[in-house]
């Protein structure tokens, strides 16, 4: 490799979902359902752990940027789809944080709630709000480990000036986790042997 | 930007400190001194923030990828010391995790405790020992937020089956943080504006 360029190549298929096509979606339902489709599309593609992420405009809904688990197909375990979603976010405004005076309100909606080094990478990122799917324990439930997170992580946020929803449509995403595992999916984790 | 390449430029000056220089350092002294040394040419080349880290193979002390700061410089909150390290490592390696029974042992060596993010970096990296310099208590103390780590986390880190060693040079390690406030250095936190 060239020492000094990292580069991360998303999939073609995202290209249908990205933000070039100027969508607008206004409810969480919608910004979720999104999402939710992500994840399943990233198992049909087998170009990733069944995660999908996207960052929106708070009041507008349009769509900045997306994200899947890219972590096997990218060989780093650190491209979850949110970290994805919140660098190309930050990438595209071309600033170091989301948030900022003469800037839209931003918000990350993800199919699952964040792992520890997500939860910490939200609160860097300049999101004002937070919009969760399937739950930690649903991950964990099918073999995902989420790792230490804070007990009162959503507290943690909220102090941080960041609104946390979660449980939006937890059926569907909870569903899109289940079927990863029935495919026989990798799960991947901190003992895991590649 | 290209939808689908998110790329990461290191400032050429790394390419000194690189690993293509096959550098050995056998110590966790030696080790601690060259990533203190990073973040000390991080500062004096204004490319980022006052730290540095890097992964070796910890029985030979083989360096296999170096990183800095580069937030402001990169336009990504993510961009700390240690995920471009272990980026790096893993990019280098060609797999998603640096533990597996065929490769060796590897280590990441920071200049300061990680944050609640690169702490939850940690543990999906597969590296088995985790070396610090400054505690988060001296990062805290000249305005780094380091975010909402549990209070147990080296506990957490070490049921996982990785070692923490912590205050390694802290006196030097903490004399960059507190050299980089003197010289006017952006102190980026959760609420910073840019």
């Known amino acids: 490799m060239p020492s000094f360029n990292l580069e991360l190549l998303l999939p073609p298929w995202i290209q249908e979902f990205s933000a070039d096509n100027g969508r607008i979606l206004h409810t969480d339902n919608d910004r979720m359902n999104f999402v939710i489709e992500l994840s399943r599309q990233n198992i049909i593609h087998k170009t990733g752990g069944p995660f999908g992420a996207a960052v929106f405009e708070r009041l507008s809904g349009r769509l900045l940027a997306v994200g899947v688990n890219l972590v096997i197909h990218s060989n780093c375990s650190h491209n979850h789809a949110e970290m994805i979603a919140l660098a190309i976010a930050q990438h595209r405004i071309e600033r170091?944080?989301?948030?900022?005076?003469?800037?839209?309100?931003?918000?990350?909606?993800?199919?699952?709630?964040?792992?520890?080094?997500?939860?910490?990478?939200?609160?860097?990122?300049?999101?004002?709000?937070?919009?969760?799917?399937?739950?930690?324990?649903?991950?964990?439930?099918?073999?995902?480990?989420?790792?230490?997170?804070?007990?009162?992580?959503?507290?943690?946020?909220?102090?941080?000036?960041?609104?946390?929803?979660?449980?939006?449509?937890?059926?569907?995403?909870?569903?899109?986790?289940?079927?990863?595992?029935?495919e026989g999916g990798i799960v991947y984790n901190s003992r895991s042997i590649q």
Chains 1, 2 share one sequence.
């Not at 939860?119 to 919009?131: H, Y």
């Not at 997170?149 to 449509?169: A, D, M, Y």
């Open 96 to 182: 170091y944080t989301l948030y900022g005076h003469d800037i839209p309100a931003y918000e990350l909606v993800t199919s699952t709630e964040p792992c520890t080094m997500c939860f910490g990478a939200v609160i860097w990122s300049g999101i004002t709000r937070l919009v969760c799917g399937a739950y930690s324990f649903d991950a964990e439930h099918v073999g995902f480990d989420e790792g230490p997170k804070p007990e009162n992580w959503i507290e943690e946020l909220e102090k941080r000036g960041i609104e946390v929803i979660t449980g939006v449509h937890r059926t569907e995403a909870r569903s899109i986790l289940l079927q990863y595992i029935e």
